[in-house]
């Protein structure tokens, strides 16, 4: 039976809150954010994506009556926080938050030796990889109000944000040991209670680093975090 049949007995018909339909918010944010590309839904990273997708839905869902802004460290072309401002315009007839989309855009950072796989069948992405174009990703999100695109390395970025912000959601999609921990360091603090946190590559195995990270920081605190089966994970803070 094909990957695509899968996708569809899974993902066709749920309706989440408002009854939006989950698989064609998806399928619209593909075409918008992959216009030259088509859906190929027998690809294993596709259904993995829309997986991973099902999720910050359902935990950005969960928290968007609290008060506070939206963070995503790692936007390439926009993918996920296209997905969840779209999804915030079918919630919600005026946004009041504001969302922060923080990127290199000069793709992925150093790799240190907590990012190396001791798999030799995975191939890994190296420094530079994964760079989108920050005029493409302005123009992507003109049409939405409080979004803001902001260019740099993390953490030195994080000194563009006021200090004094407070984030109900936020997604850690950086890849790597090292900016995800200075991510963690920076943005735990000020994620408001019953905010969320979560991670994109807790389970990746392309990129070992992000776990060794949010488990060093998470177990020096005490605090626990839940693995989801889509390979994320996520905290809700307390
Ligand atoms: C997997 S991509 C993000 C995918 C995106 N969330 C989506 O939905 O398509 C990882 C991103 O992290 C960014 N990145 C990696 N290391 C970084 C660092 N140290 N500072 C800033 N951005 C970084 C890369 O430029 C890349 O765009």
């Known amino acids: 039976m094909s990957l695509e049949k899968n996708i569809k007995i899974i993902f066709e018909n749920i309706k989440l809150e408002n009854n939006i339909d989950f698989f064609k918010l998806w399928k619209e944010t593909y075409k918008i954010v992959n216009p030259s590309k088509s859906l190929d839904l027998n690809n294993m990273l596709t259904a993995i994506r829309i997986n991973k997708s099902f999720y910050l839905c359902k935990y950005f869902i969960f928290a968007k009556d609290l008060k506070g802004d939206f963070l995503e460290c790692g936007v390439l072309k926009g993918f996920s926080s296209y997905l969840l401002r779209s999804l915030e315009?079918?919630?919600f007839k005026d946004t009041i938050n504001n969302y922060f989309l923080i990127d290199s855009f000069e793709g992925l950072s150093d790799f240190l030796d907590e990012d190396k796989s001791l798999n030799p069948d995975i191939i890994q992405n190296k420094k530079g990889d994964l760079k989108a174009n920050i005029e493409d990703v302005k123009v992507l999100f003109n049409?939405?109000?409080n979004v803001n695109i902001i260019k740099g390395w993390i953490p030195?970025?994080?000194?563009?944000l006021d200090e004094k912000n407070k984030y109900k959601f936020v997604h850690i999609d950086v890849d790597l040991y090292q900016p995800t921990f200075d991510s963690l360091n920076y943005i735990y603090d000020k994620i408001v209670e019953g905010g969320i946190l979560i991670t994109d590559d807790y389970r990746s195995p392309s990129f070992p680093g992000n776990q060794k990270a949010w488990e060093k920081y998470f177990n020096s605190k005490n605090i626990r975090s839940l693995s989801l089966p889509?390979?994320?994970?996520?905290?809700i803070k307390e």
């Open 143 to 145: 049409q939405f109000k």
């Open 230 to 235: 889509s390979g994320q994970a996520v905290v």
């Open 89 to 91: 315009d079918q919630l």
């Open 156 to 160: 030195k970025v994080f000194e563009s």
